[in-house]
């Protein structure tokens, strides 16, 4: 970083463009402004806040490149409108929800890094029915347009039965069996999120090929009999002992020959690199007792821990797209 007082005072700066970002979304100014130009009344009447607020507000959107003025109107151009509306299919707007509840934990930092955390924090599942299905809904979105990609370096090769362990709604599932027409998958998730899944599902192409299993992986045992394991962006969030119990059960749900895949932020030995990767560990310091992101050293100790061979680093990371494999002899 240069040494120059306007950059290191510009980083101190820095939280002004998310919270105006995050404020809108809060407000919900996209899903209006996607409709329709607006003017600053017509937005101020519509959500009910103060005009200088939400002018002042709409006017730090623009440079920012999240809305677009002419004259005296707003608008939201459609290739953002279809992730920040909450009318759009596509809408990553419960996503920001969940940084919007970060937020005010983030604010804790730094008695978090004297003290620690004061409790566990709440799962990230805990509003209503809907409330959940949204926010799966949203992460299905982002999950499914790496998958494919994620997929083809994986090449899975003669695997024909994928356990998808924590697999949300199974975006990673639909995508194996959509390039691998002879496979099938074990979708292993909890309960209220099975129950998101089998609604997803209920008219797939794929439906037929998807065994849907509940439990909790750290309670229960998996499903036995697989011969391809996934566990994609799920170690961050537990502690190194915990990832290596995980690792044990699936080394034990997995045939002889079988493979784990697992794609997550894999970091440079001395945990700087990727950025992303080291920012990703604060957020697990926060929200998580133990978790934090890991080195492909420190993930290949705890995959050979557990009784996993030829542990490989399959593509390096770059913002959590990172895969490592390990086999089961």
Not at 54 to 76: H, M, Q, R, S
């Amino acid at each position: 970083m240069p040494a120059k007082p306007e950059v290191i005072l510009g980083l101190g700066r820095k939280f002004w463009e998310t919270r105006i970002f995050l404020t809108a979304a809060e407000l919900d100014v996209f899903t209006h402004v996607a409709k329709k130009p607006m003017s600053a009344r017509e937005i101020a009447d519509t959500l009910n806040v103060t005009l200088r607020g939400i002018t002042l507000l709409l006017d730090a959107l623009v440079p920012l490149g999240l809305l677009e003025k002419k004259i005296d109107t707003y608008y939201c151009p459609p290739d953002l409108a279809a992730l920040l509306s909450k009318d759009s299919p596509t809408s990553v707007i419960p996503m920001l929800m969940l940084n919007i509840g970060g937020w005010k934990q983030w604010s804790d930092l730094t008695e978090i890094v004297r003290h620690g955390p004061k409790k566990e924090n709440q799962a990230i599942l805990g509003g209503s029915e809907s409330q959940n299905e949204t926010f799966i809904g949203a992460m299905h979105v982002l999950a499914y347009r790496m998958a494919h990609g994620i997929i083809a370096v994986t090449n899975p090769g003669k695997a024909r039965k994928l356990l998808d362990i924590g697999g949300s709604t199974g975006s990673y599932t639909v995508a194996f069996l959509e390039s691998f027409k002879d496979m099938r998958a074990t979708l292993y998730e909890l309960p209220p999120v099975i129950k998101i899944a089998q609604k997803r599902f209920a008219h797939s192409d794929v439906r037929d090929r998807i065994t849907f299993v509940e439990g909790d992986y750290f309670k229960d045992e998996l499903p036995a009999g697989h011969d391809l394991a996934l566990l994609s962006a799920i170690i961050h969030l537990h502690s190194p002992e915990q990832n290596i119990e995980l690792f044990r059960k699936v080394f034990r749900a997995l045939e002889p020959g079988g493979r784990l895949v697992i794609r997550d932020d894999v970091m440079s030995p001395d945990h700087t690199r990727p950025a992303s990767g080291a920012l990703f560990a604060v957020n697990m310091l926060v929200v998580t007792p133990g978790g934090s992101t890991y080195s492909f050293e420190e993930i290949k100790s705890s995959l050979e821990t557990a009784g996993f061979v030829k542990v490989n680093l399959i593509q390096p990371d770059e913002n959590m797209n990172g895969l490592v494999e390990g086999f089961k002899p």
